[in-house]
Nanobody, 121 residues
Framework: QIQLVESGGGLVQVGGSLRLSCRVS????????MAWFRQTPGKDRTRIAN????????HYADSVRGRFTISSDNANNMVYLQMNNLKLEDTAVYYC??????????????WGQGTQVTVAS
């Protein structure tokens, strides 16, 4: 089993930056697709970025493209989300997630506990 633990959330001003970290244990990232999701009250969890552990290929939601960067450190089994130029609407609980390369897209079945990001004006 893979275990995921997020850290790095907090309170930040509009226009500021935060970096979220996801520590991965139990398996190596190379065999997984790693992703960041976020969720606000009353709404579904939404994938905002993912990275393929084997190839490094990255994909972003339109809402964060150009502002957020996902990266992975396969040697240390870490995944990061660098968030720049934060907006009020980025306020959410952010989750690290993983799925095996062999499972269907968006069938993420491993999740961290979440970390709150609050953007204030």
């Amino acid at each position: 089993q893979i275990q995921l633990v997020e850290s790095g959330g907090g309170l930040v001003q509009v226009g500021g930056s935060l970096r979220l970290s996801c520590r991965v244990s139990g398996r190596v990232i190379n065999n997984y697709v790693m992703a960041w999701f976020r969720q606000t009250p009353g709404k579904d969890r939404t994938r905002i970025a993912n990275v393929y552990g084997s190839s490094g290929s990255k994909h972003y939601a339109d809402s964060v493209r150009g502002r957020f960067t996902i990266s992975s450190d396969n040697a240390n089994n870490m995944v990061y989300l660098q968030m720049n130029n934060l907006k009020l609407e980025d306020t959410a609980v952010y989750y690290c997630a993983a799925r095996r390369l062999s499972t269907p897209a968006d069938s993420y079945n491993f999740w961290g506990q979440g970390t709150q990001v609050t953007v204030a004006s």
